[in-house]
């Protein structure tokens, strides 16, 4: 069975990243919202940098809370105990001898912060602490409104999207990569398009009549936490499956499985959108050929410096950026080719947000 390495998830990821960095305004939206929101231009240089904005704008007693919980966490690895009634007291007492002024300690509340940042499951814009916040509670929105912008069906996973977008925000290139390298080295995580779900009493409800009753049956949070992935195919795994069975059971039904997912489902369909094939492309290749079709044969022409005579009635602007490449660049494209690649690029900047009609499906 063949093996995935580090590099074959790394490169995906990567792949993805640029196909949302390159969608039109992407850039000038980033640095206006960093601007609104007090941030470097160019984002923070660090995760301790980001962390150390992120605590002056708490209040003094949410310093406090956050304080105090980065310590009772300390106390507890420390011990080897969970605080309780019982020991509340004494870790109270801990606490004050500690010595931090006024109970609020800026290094331990960076600390907490930064976990809290480089994690890959949540995102921390999203920090309950944030919401009531004058200040901090404006992040997440200023997230959800980029990712409103610039998200589309062509992007594929949502969560890895939104998590970039905050990354990307908050702490440019070294924040993602941060993020790419955290998701990657989880065993559990970095299967983009495949996850497992295995459901507890907390997405049950119905529990005062126990399992196997009709009433026990998934709350409204499990059911809006399933409903977002319409678009795909579960596998149910029963306890008494072995690992075995699984693997044959998938390499047996693939061809079903995939066309389930695929070719009934009229939802990526409608967008034109290909899911299984996140590639390499010569993305600054691709990028020099739209940004040249975008001129007119007029400015084409001021625009080459060759000996060939473009001027004449009946000639297509393609062929003359089929003559720049060649000639400037060392690049051989047909005039064609010229065309379909500029269209594909043209294509792939755009948000792709507008379904097709639902009769060419």
């Not at 708490?58 to 809370?65: A, D, G, I, Y």
């Not at 989880?186 to 049950?204: E, K, N, Q, V």
């Not at 009934?264 to 369909?269: A, E, H, Q, R, V």
């Amino acid at each position: 069975m063949k093996k995935y390495t580090d590099n074959y998830f790394e490169k995906k990821y990567k792949i993805l990243f640029d196909k949302l960095t390159k969608k039109e305004g992407f850039d000038d939206e980033i640095k206006k919202t960093r601007a609104e929101l007090g941030i470097p231009e160019k984002g923070f240089a660090n995760t301790p940098e980001l962390a150390h904005f992120l605590a002056k704008k708490l209040t003094k007693s949410e310093q406090r809370t956050l304080t105090f919980f980065a310590f009772a966490t300390a106390y507890e690895y420390e011990k080897r105990m969970p605080i309780t009634e019982e020991n509340r007291e004494e870790v109270l007492n801990a606490f004050v001898k500690k010595g931090h002024k006024d109970g609020i300690g800026l290094l331990p509340i960076m600390f907490e912060l930064g976990k809290t940042i480089e994690t890959h499951h949540s995102l921390f814009t999203k920090n309950s602490m944030f919401e009531k916040n004058k200040h901090l509670s404006k992040l997440f929105q200023a997230v959800i409104e980029l990712m409103k912008k610039f998200w589309g069906v062509d992007l594929l996973d949502d969560h890895v999207i939104i998590h970039y977008i905050e990354k990307y925000l908050f702490m440019g290139q070294a924040g993602v990569n941060q993020y790419i390298r955290s998701k990657v080295s989880c065993h559990h995580c970095r299967y983009l398009g495949i996850d497992h779900f295995s459901p507890d009493r907390h997405h049950m409800q119905g529990q005062d009549k126990g399992p196997y009753s009709k009433d026990y049956i998934f709350n409204k949070d499990a059911v809006k936490m399933l409903s977002a992935h319409f678009n795909s195919v579960f596998l149910i795994i029963k306890p008494y499956a072995t690992k075995e069975l699984v693997l044959n059971y998938i390499e047996d039904n693939w061809e079903d499985l995939k066309e389930h997912i695929i070719e009934k489902n009229t939802f990526y369909k409608q967008f034109d959108v290909h899911p299984s094939i996140i590639r390499e492309s010569d993305e600054e290749r691709n990028r020099l050929v739209y940004e040249l079709n975008k001129l007119s044969k007029k400015e084409l022409l001021k625009r080459y410096v060759g000996q060939k005579d473009f001027t004449q009635r009946g000639v297509y602007k393609e062929k003359i950026i089929s003559a720049i490449l060649d000639e400037e660049y060392g690049i051989q494209l047909s005039s064609d080719a010229v065309k379909k690649t500029a269209a594909r690029y043209a294509k792939s900047v755009k948000v792709q947000t507008l379904p097709k009609d639902i009769r060419d499906i």
